[in-house]
């Protein structure tokens, strides 16, 4: 059974950090590419980073890039999100996938609440 766990998320002044974590199970997890989603209140899921199976290459959409980052453990089948500079247009349930992500269920995503 594939599982995503994801956890880390908290409340965080603007201009805070908080590092993500995505804990899985039930597939081959070190083949696969693997995807950070978001999805804020009343809008869509959108894709924000996604990072190669090998971990050697990774994506940012552009709200994100150059504050967040994306790693991997393949020893640990575990992806990471660390989040920096946060701004309260990061407020949202973040989750973690592997591509493609019409291929897996979902997690329950962790929250990230920006506020002062």
């Known amino acids: 059974q594939v599982q995503f766990v994801e956890s880390g998320g908290g409340l965080v002044q603007p201009g805070g950090s908080l590092k993500l974590s995505c804990a899985t199970s039930?597939?081959?997890?070190?083949?696969?590419?693997m995807s950070w989603y978001r999805q804020a209140t009343g809008k869509e899921r959108e894709l924000i980073a996604i990072?190669?199976?090998?971990?050697?290459?990774?994506q940012y959409i552009d709200s994100v890039r150059g504050r967040f980052a994306v790693s991997r453990d393949n020893a640990k089948n575990t992806v990471y999100l660390q989040m920096a500079s946060l701004k309260p247009e990061d407020t949202a349930v973040y989750y973690c996938?592997?591509?493609?992500?019409?291929?897996?269920?979902w997690g329950q995503g962790t929250q990230v609440t920006v506020s002062s």
């Open positions: 990072i190669s199976a090998k971990g050697g290459v990774t």
């Open positions: 996938n592997a591509d493609p992500s019409s291929l897996f269920s």
């Open positions: 039930g597939f081959a997890f070190s083949d696969r590419r």
